[in-house]
């Protein structure tokens, strides 16, 4: 069975300063890798995702994530947030092979919690 | 376009109530999912329509969730009976076939049971 882990549920930092949320999956079969962003009382929405190619990708507003299959992880960085960026952070896997129906099966969330 | 869209976006129920929760989906996204959030967890997966077909539902945590999807657009998540461990908010999504993964979430209903 596969399984995502996100060990921080909440992390604090201060505007303009750098944050990483952690992700690490079990899998005994490829996935694909998502990372996806609750702003309050909003729905889901997909911040950036690793299908295959570049282990490093990037997201319209300043994040990128590295999948690394060695640690089994796909941690979540940016270099200077923004208030903007305060809501959850949710890490998700789906399999990865020919015929899969593609649900998600995600990790806790981390709350982001920016301060000025 | 439209994105995903679900109704009511609250529900109180008390508790042995029946409710229905709607779906409407992206025009001509074919896969649709449902999910439970319960409070403080991420989503869980709860069941999968390819059209009007509903090819897995695994997730279901009891007799008393049904899902149905008739015409292969909107879709309805029932619960009888309700209980106060239905408390949560479900999502539902919806993907293109070849990309079943990249899922479009609506902004997910919040049921309370009382």
């Known amino acids: 069975a596969q399984s995502v882990t996100q060990l921080d549920s909440q992390v604090p930092v201060f505007e303009e300063a750098p944050v990483e949320l952690r992700c690490n999956y079990s899998?005994?079969?490829?996935?694909?890798l998502f990372w996806y962003v609750q702003y309050p009382n909003q729905g889901l929405q997909l911040l950036l995702k690793y299908l295959s190619g570049s282990t490093l990708v990037e997201s319209i507003n300043g994040f990128e994530a590295e999948f690394n299959k060695s640690q089994t992880s796909f941690h979540l960085r940016k270099p200077s947030v923004h208030i903007s960026d305060t809501a959850e952070y949710f890490c998700?896997?789906?399999?990865?092979?020919?015929?899969?129906?593609?649900?998600?099966?995600f990790g806790k969330g981390t709350k982001l919690s920016v301060k000025p | 376009g439209a994105g995903v869209s679900q109704s009511p976006r609250y529900k109180v129920a008390k508790r042995g109530q029946d409710v229905a929760l709607r779906c409407d989906p992206i025009s001509g996204h074919v896969s649709l999912f449902w999910y439970q959030q319960a409070l403080g967890q991420g989503p869980e997966f709860l069941t999968y329509?390819?059209?009007?077909?509903?090819?897995?539902k695994s997730g279901l945590p009891s007799d008393r969730f049904f899902a149905e999807r008739p015409e292969g657009s909107v879709s309805t998540l029932k619960i009888q009976r309700t209980q106060q461990e239905d408390s949560a908010v479900y999502l539902c999504a919806s993907s293109l076939r070849d990309k079943p993964y990249e899922q479009y979430f609506g902004p997910g209903t919040r049921l309370t049971v009382t």
């Open positions: 998700a896997v789906s399999l990865n092979y020919g015929g899969s129906q593609g649900n998600l099966i």
């Open positions: 899998s005994s079969v490829s996935v694909y």
């Open positions: 329509f390819q059209n009007e077909a509903q090819l897995d």
